[in-house]
């Protein structure tokens, strides 16, 4: 292995490790609600406001944070934003008061927005493209092993004994991530290059980066699926398919894992089969649609299962967004504050979508809500289609 690949592994391993902590973080309430909805305390709408909560903070942390990102040394950024979402994650347990709780998902939520976009900037401008594309889809990954842990948390923890796990977890990496920052500035592998821009005006020059508003609205629907439709996945199964809760987390885990790998098989489809990301999208969000249908229709719980997993799998074509466009970008300067910007727009959607679940789901029953689903996905096709033809007509 060359000088070049090992130093591209020793970054890339404490950004997984960090991205993966804050993943961890984010699935907690959603592996936990089942559990937590038989307490008097707790309702299904109240898990779900929480979450759209956390959801919203996020998606405004990120539009604020990416371009801070972009200014501000990572190691900073790391211990705020792990050391936030640290502390709140400890005090949810502790106490049933609905302030409080609003306010540490608000907290985990902005903490956890300061994390994406200067790990991005990290392997973006300190590795080959080859090696950034690579590390992207190994941090993509992290996202959906994320989930998973989190199921595995749960099957062997009450929900309390969860949350408080998970905050330790975090501590520990955040000193691990920046003890492996300092070590490698101080061997020249890491330098932090800050991106000034004047004014308004120079902000907003991300939005003329090329096909930026298109990825930015596949990643929106992307991150629908990814955190919006995998929150419901264990009520969904307990409540509709009848599964008890322990298997409804064995379950939970098993989308997770399958999902794990998508990251990488759109990258493999990316780079051996399909060399061109609209294209690719409009595929695998009309595969995810009809699977998402068949979900719909599809009454046996185990047969319906499947079917969710296809189309969940299918969903997450928008990590092609992080594998390949964000690293990309490393020229302009503008990582962090593309990636914020990116990630915020997805996470407002995610956190709008959460709403209309929690609102509709008593009236309108699981079937309504599949439906949703599934119109979700074919508006990510059609804006793929329309994409792909307006490229077509620009060549001509």
């Not at 008061?97 to 994390?115: E, Q």
């Amino acid at each position: 292995m060359d000088k070049n690949t090992q130093k591209a592994w020793r970054i890339g391993s404490f950004c997984i490790a960090t991205y993966l902590a804050s993943y961890v973080t984010r699935n907690i309430l959603s592996v936990s609600t089942p559990e937590m909805i038989k307490e008097a305390f707790f309702t299904k709408e109240y898990t779900g406001l929480l979450s759209s909560i956390c959801f919203i903070f996020y998606a405004v942390g990120q539009l604020i944070n990416g371009f801070i990102g972009d200014r501000v040394h990572q190691k900073y950024m790391i211990i705020m934003g792990l050391g936030i979402s640290s502390v709140s994650t400890f005090v949810i347990p502790i106490f049933d008061n609905r302030i409080l709780h609003f306010t540490a998902f608000a907290l985990i939520g902005f903490g956890l927005s300061m994390l994406r976009g200067p790990l991005m900037k990290v392997i973006s401008e300190n590795t080959a493209a080859t090696h950034a594309r690579m590390i992207c889809t190994l941090f993509s990954m992290a996202g959906f092993a994320g989930p998973l842990i989190a199921s595995i948390l749960s099957i062997f923890f009450k929900w309390r004994a969860v949350f408080t796990a998970t905050g330790v977890i975090s501590v520990i990496i955040t000193v691990l991530a920046v003890a492996a920052i300092t070590t490698l500035e101080k061997r020249g592998e890491i330098k932090f290059v800050p991106k000034y821009d004047k004014g308004i005006a120079g902000i907003l020059n991300v939005f003329k980066l090329e096909d930026f508003i298109f990825y930015m609205l596949i990643s929106s629907i992307g991150e629908i699926a990814g955190s919006s439709i995998t929150f419901w996945i264990p009520t969904y199964t307990t409540e509709h398919l009848g599964f008890s809760n322990d298997a409804a987390s064995t379950i939970y885990s098993v989308v997770s894992f399958s999902t794990l790998f998508t990251p990488f098989i759109t990258l493999l489809i990316y780079e051996k089969l399909i060399r061109n990301g609209i294209k690719l999208a409009l595929v695998m969000y009309v595969i995810s649609a009809v699977f998402f249908i068949a979900v719909r229709f599809t009454a046996a719980p185990v047969l319906n299962v499947s079917m969710l997993i296809i189309a969940k799998v299918a969903a997450a074509a928008s990590s092609i967004v992080w594998s390949a466009y964000i690293p990309g970008l490393a020229r302009s300067g503008k990582v962090s504050s593309a990636n914020g910007v990116i990630d915020a727009a997805g996470y407002a959607m995610a956190s709008l979508a959460n709403v209309l679940f929690s609102t509709f789901v008593g009236r309108l029953g699981w079937g309504g809500i599949v439906n949703m689903w599934y119109i979700i996905m074919l508006i990510g096709a059609a804006v793929s289609f329309i994409k792909l033809i307006m490229k077509k007509k620009q060549k001509a």
